[in-house]
Structure formats: structure tokens, C-alpha cells
């Protein structure tokens, strides 16, 4: 039970980094990385840090999606090839 | 390039697997970090630090230090922020290729709100009626009224659940840093909903400069009281129960407010 957890929650982390690293759309790459970052929550957590896994939640999920937001809001949505 | 950056990914990506494969297994009782410097402190921290929350006592006492560089970091990182010249941001003006599809950025006045919330596209048909409903509201924040209430809703119980963190850290997992971000994610989400103006009504002017530092500030009072009782820096009085818990209680209070405050102040200087 706690394999299957195990395994399904890191092919989620790394399918959502590759997805992140190869995305031209920012936006959808700072959603998916907030998606990272929950995930990122529930490993933690099952790993048995909660502490961690508040810090990311508040942290990774909230502040930074919202500051990488703001980013993009100034700059560009598009990454220049 | 394509090859080399392969053989990097390769070089760094192995040995990290190597690695990974060669941990004990999770939860396994003989792994290294339940049987060396970890067993001494859960074996020897309560009797030693008087805390009951063992993650606390590591943060606080046993690496009483790290903690304190940790928040002037974080301050020394507001005051980077602060010190970035104003509309250095490079803004295209037209020069900078955008590539189809995509909307180009406006250009002279910083995009306030533009893409930084969640905007439906009906948002502003109803956010004309919601203004001449709520003068009060800033008429450049385009958020639908939904969010606006649903935030509006949500913020005393978030902030409920941040003091709560904070004031039962020392016994459940939290604390002053995840009541921190708590606290400066509901600062955000209501700077987005309602406008930079009326979240920035919540924090009285003449204490803003004090509450930036009042981090490090807390850390500091706390290292020397801790120096004129015991004679070490940042020292706790072990015997002295009541003062320890003092010590802590505003250690806590201040990387609450002091981090809160901080995160939430990058996020004014970037969205202005």
C-alpha cells in the first residue's frame, strides 16, 4: 500500500518537473510546478515531516505560484525560443 | 551542445541514482538518521531543552543559530528586493519579438493585475457594476466577485488556522515559519481580491519599517537575554521554566509576524 503510494506520487513529481522544464507556455508551467509542489505536499507528508509539508503547501504551492505570476504579468507569457 | 548537455545530465543524474538506491529502506530502524546524532537528541531533548515538540527544540535550540542566520537571510533578501531601482523591469516596447497568439504587454504603466489573478472574461462587465455597488473596492483589480468572496470568506478562518499553527507549535507540528507563510499567503490572496490599497490598510504605516525586522529583531533580544541569564549567547535558561518558555513564545511570535511581513512585502514591491 505505502509502495503504491510511494510510486504513484514520484512518477507524478517527475512527469510534472519534465512537463515544467519542457513547457513554452510559463503559465502553464508555474500551474503545473504548483501542482509539483502539492504533490511535493503529500510526500512529505506521508513521509512523515509535516512541518515540511505545511511550509511547502504555504510556500511552494501559494507565495511562489502567485509571485511567479506576478512575473510573468510584467514580462512575457511566452518563453523565446 | 545537445550531446554535452547529456553527458552533464548523465554525469550529475547517476550518481544521484547511485545514491538514492543505496539508502536504508524507509522506516528501517538501523538507518544512520534513527541511530547517530538524531537518537541523542530525541533521547536526551526533552530533558534537555524542556520542549515537547522535538522539531521546535532542533529549531530553536540545538540549532538555535541556524535559525537566526536563516531569518536574517530572509531579511537580507526583502532588502535586496527593496533596493532593486523601480521600473528597471525590462518591459518590450515593441522591439521584443512576440510571437503570435499571445497578447502583447502593455506597454508605460506596469501591467498591475494583468495575468496576475485569475480573470474570467466576463470579470469585467460585472466588475463595472460591483464598483459603482463598492466604491471602496479599486477599480483596477479585475477579479470576479466569486473570488472576491470566496477570499473575502475564507481569510479570518485561514487566519485562525495561522494562529493556531503558531501558538501550538510548540506542541503539534507548525510554528512560527508555516504560520508565517500562512499569514502572508492570506495578505497575497487578499492584495489579489480586493486591491494592493485596502490589504495594505491591515498593517498601520508607522509600524511597517519595525515589523520588516522585527524577525531578526526578536532572534536578537532573545540572544541576549539568554546572554545575561546564562551567560552564552542565545542560551536558555534550562531550570527556569517560565523564562524558557517566554524566550520561545517570542522567538515564535517574532519569525510569525517578522516572515509574514516579509513575503508578503516582496510580493507589494513586485506587484507596484
Redo the contacts between chains.
Keep these: 500500500m505505502s509502495d503504491v503510494f510511494d510510486v504513484v506520487m514520484l512518477t507524478l513529481l517527475i512527469a510534472t518537473a519534465v512537463t515544467v522544464a519542457r513547457a513554452r507556455d510559463l503559465l502553464a508551467a508555474v500551474v503545473i510546478f504548483s501542482m509539483y509542489s502539492l504533490t511535493m505536499t503529500l510526500v512529505w507528508q506521508h513521509r512523515g515531516a509535516p512541518d515540511v509539508a505545511m511550509t511547502e503547501a504555504a510556500v511552494g504551492a501559494g507565495v511562489t505560484t502567485v509571485l511567479f505570476l506576478i512575473t510573468i504579468a510584467r514580462t512575457t507569457r511566452r518563453e523565446k525560443p | 551542445m545537445r550531446p554535452w548537455s547529456l553527458l552533464l545530465v548523465l554525469l550529475v543524474a547517476l550518481p544521484l541514482v547511485a545514491g538514492v538506491a543505496t539508502l536504508p529502506p524507509?522506516d528501517a530502524p538501523d538507518a544512520p538518521i534513527h541511530t547517530q546524532v538524531g537518537a541523542l537528541y530525541l533521547e536526551r531533548g526533552v530533558a534537555e531543552t524542556g520542549m515537547k515538540n522535538m522539531?521546535t527544540a532542533v529549531l530553536l535550540n540545538y540549532r538555535g543559530f541556524d535559525t537566526f542566520i536563516e531569518v536574517v537571510v530572509i531579511f537580507t533578501a526583502l532588502a535586496a528586493v527593496l533596493a532593486l531601482p523601480k521600473g528597471s523591469?525590462?518591459?518590450?516596447k515593441g522591439s521584443?519579438?512576440?510571437?503570435k497568439g499571445?497578447?502583447p504587454?502593455p506597454k508605460g504603466s506596469?501591467?498591475?493585475?494583468?495575468?496576475?489573478?485569475p480573470t474570467s472574461p466576463s470579470a469585467g462587465a460585472a466588475r463595472s457594476r460591483e464598483d459603482e455597488e463598492r466604491p471602496e473596492v479599486a477599480s483596477d483589480v479585475p477579479v470576479s466577485p466569486v473570488v472576491r468572496f470566496v477570499v473575502r470568506l475564507l481569510a479570518p478562518f485561514i487566519a485562525m488556522f495561522a494562529v493556531a499553527?503558531l501558538f501550538r507549535g510548540h506542541i503539534t507540528?507548525?510554528?512560527g515559519?508555516?504560520a508565517a507563510?500562512?499569514f502572508?499567503?492570506i495578505f497575497?490572496a487578499l492584495g489579489?481580491a480586493l486591491g494592493q490599497d485596502r490589504a495594505a490598510r491591515l498593517v498601520p504605516v508607522d509600524w511597517r519599517p519595525w515589523l520588516q525586522g522585527v524577525a531578526p529583531l526578536a532572534f536578537a533580544l532573545v540572544a541576549w537575554i539568554g546572554w545575561r541569564l546564562t551567560g552564552a549567547f542565545l542560551g536558555y535558561p534550562i531550570h527556569d521554566h517560565t523564562a524558557q518558555e517566554a524566550m520561545g513564545f517570542v522567538l515564535e511570535i517574532g519569525i510569525a509576524v517578522g516572515g509574514g511581513v516579509i513575503?508578503a512585502r516582496?510580493?507589494l514591491e513586485?506587484?507596484t
Design positions: 524507509h522539531v523591469a525590462p518591459v518590450p521584443a519579438p512576440v510571437p499571445s497578447a504587454v506596469a501591467p498591475v493585475g494583468k495575468g496576475s489573478s499553527m507540528p507548525g510554528g515559519f508555516q507563510a500562512v502572508a499567503a497575497i489579489l513575503l516582496v510580493f513586485m506587484e
